[in-house]
């Protein structure tokens, strides 16, 4: 029987998902969906490689000699890339540049779950919990200092978005910070049954807030 090799895995011929014959894209495009993030590490190296795994449950879908971890999360063939960057420079605090990236999740129960795999792991918990009143949001650092952000919509999509078009930023919205919670007591709450309509809710959020349930 002969060995597989690379090249059994080199598909026949090329399947785009779809062909737009010329003269057919008559308007500017915009992305289909954000691909991948792409991270330089050095001395943390492994731990972020680690770090990504469990945070993402993801697969290390290729490691390459020169240093270059690929891993997915779902169908694509990577969704976060970690270079290993010998001798680069650490980010110098508050730089220009990507402040953090987002993922957003299904259900709070999800985030939830996250959140006590990573510090039962023994990862620091979040920095930051907030109800931006659209989204709830729990704020890591990765090992690099990398902040990451673990989020879902509290509304339907065209509901989050009239919110945010419309009511977040306005007099009657408040402070951002009204909306901020405690991780542990955000995990306890939804663990003893209190249901997502009320720990997804802005009002309740900071209603739990005030008597320091939340
Ligand atoms: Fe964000």
Not at 49 to 54: G, L, M, P
Not at 101 to 123: H, I, K, N, Q, W
């Amino acid at each position: 029987m002969n060995a597989v090799t690379p090249t059994d895995y080199l598909p026949e011929k090329v399947s785009p998902l779809r062909h737009d014959a010329p003269g057919v894209v008559t308007s500017m495009p915009s992305p289909t969906k954000l691909h991948h993030i792409h991270i330089f590490s050095d001395t943390r190296y492994e731990e972020m490689v680690e770090y990504y795994k469990v945070m993402f449950n993801a697969e290390v879908i290729r490691v390459n000699p020169y240093g270059l971890t690929f891993m997915s999360f779902d169908d694509h063939d990577h969704r976060i890339v970690l270079i290993k960057r010998e001798g680069a420079d650490e980010k110098p605090k508050n730089a220009i540049g990507v402040s953090h990236t987002a993922f957003c999740y299904a259900s709070l129960g999800e985030l939830v779950y996250v959140y006590r795999t990573m510090t039962d792991a023994g990862y620091e918990g979040p920095a930051y919990c907030v109800n931006h009143g659209n989204s709830t949001a729990f704020y890591y650092r990765d090992p690099d200092g990398n902040q990451v952000e673990l989020m879902m919509d509290n509304f339907t999509t065209l509901e989050t978005q009239d919110y945010k078009r419309h009511y977040q930023w306005s007099e009657e919205f408040g402070q951002m910070s009204e909306g901020e919670f405690d991780p542990a007591k955000m995990a306890d709450l939804y663990e003893s049954g209190v249901p997502d309509t009320v720990l997804i809710d802005r009002e309740e959020v900071r209603r739990l807030r005030r008597e320091g349930k939340l």
